[in-house]
């Protein structure tokens, strides 16, 4: 091996210890125009942390039922299944990345007969999967053998492969965040329509109770009217009544397989083979938000992570594109055997060798280097602002469930109040016209008077049942998992 050679090696082997530098900027987290605290509440704000437990968050609604169906969400739900697979997919990118870090080796090896003659010659070339191919004929024939160990390196000199790698690794992280929020996405979706669904049955029971109720009412009216102690307009706004009550009760029927067939879906079933027995006696349990919640909670909301790794990416992609200014260097390097003989292939007198290095460098490509490195800075600034607005939307997001939350809580009160007066006036009001005392649209008025107000605190139960939904997953999912 020449001197030369081996300065070459050297010299070599001294710009790759230079591949600890890398071009481009070093990612650092955008700042964010944040409050000291939340309005509604005294919280902090804090980092992403979306890789945070979350814990089993539907537990704190105290309902058997809706458990058993979450635990089947991750499991069976397609979109979830699909943002799975996504994630890996982004992980093995990562790997395709990373693989670029190392020398590409192959073995190769070649068994080749010449013939040549006058005015003619042959060969019959043998390679791989037994091929043979015959051009010519006749003469004296030579048989050549080779077998080779070649190697070639691209060394990250710049940093470009690793800046690949460092987009690829943000890429994936915040694929992974989108796992977290499709799997928050259809937790809490399936939680609302089984609220829903609960309300349904609620209702139903309530219209029920209305139909028989009015049932009576319409024979006490024309019972009246036979008697001739009242007008047959009393029966026939009965009678309205009752006809009115039972289409609404047949149009719950619809809205409650409505939500039957969305979980169903969301739980990974087709509709025909899923079914909800109905639980009439069925009651809310609103969770309470714990005053003083830590700032972490909001560290684990899956869009504002999603949105920061993007960033990240986006930041690696100016180093990569950046990389394009300076040269890259290749190292190549063989060692193999060559021989007339088969038997004689792998004698040391027979063996071959090279190194090499080689250098390319772009000196014009009418601009296209500073084009790319301009659109990666853009793509990054676009990244922060996006990173930015999804944590003004999370703090927005917050800030009106817990006023909701608030709001709903004296709502519900007020409403369960009136709920009580109305039904009391119905049953005083049908009191006073068994007696002959009032007319009887006051009946009429006070009953549908009374199942509105009743339908409606059913309504605001589920209500403030997927405002603490909505609530939870705006913190990222729950508030009783650690942190």
Known sequence: MSNRLIRTLVSAAAATALAGCMVGPNYHRPSL????????????PAQPADLSPRGDWWSVFNDPTLSALEARVNISNQNVAAAEAAYRQAEALVSEQRAALFPTVDLTGSATRTGSGKGSSGTVVTGAGGTTVVTGGGGRTT???????????????????????????????????????????????????????????????????????????????????????????????????????????????????????????????????????????????????????????????????????????ASAQIGVATAAYYPNLTLTGSYGFSATELGKLFNASNSVWSLGISAAETLFNGGLTHAQVSAARAGYDQAVARYRQAVLAALQDVEDQLAATRVLADEYALRQSAANDADLAATMVLNQYREGQVAYTNVVTAQVTALNTRRTLVQAAATRETTAVALIQSIGGGWTAPF
């Open 143 to 313: 048989n050549t053998y080779r077998a080779n160990l070649g190697a070639s390196w691209t060394p990250d000199v710049w940093g470009r492969i690793r800046r690949g790698i460092e987009g690829a690794r943000g890429t994936a992280q915040a694929t992974q965040a989108d796992l977290a929020a499709a799997e928050l996405s259809a937790q809490g979706s399936l939680a609302v329509d089984y609220f829903g669904l609960r309300s349904a049955d609620q209702q139903i029971a309530l219209l029920t109770l209305a139909v028989a109720g009015y049932q009576r009412s319409l024979q006490i009216a024309q019972n009246r009217y036979n008697a001739g102690i009242a007008p047959h307009s009393d029966a026939l706004q009965a009678q309205s009544l009752l006809a009115t009550t039972q289409a609404d009760l047949a149009d719950l029927s619809r809205t409650r397989a409505a939500f039957e067939h969305a979980i169903a879906v969301l739980a990974g079933q087709t509709p025909e083979s899923f079914a909800l027995p109905a639980d009439p006696h069925w009651s809310a349990a609103i969770p309470q938000v714990p005053a003083g919640m830590p700032s972490t909670l909001l560290q684990r909301r899956p869009d504002i992570a999603g949105a920061e790794r993007r960033a990240a990416a």
């Open 33 to 44: 125009p944040l409050t000291p605290a939340f309005k509604e509440q005294g919280w902090q």
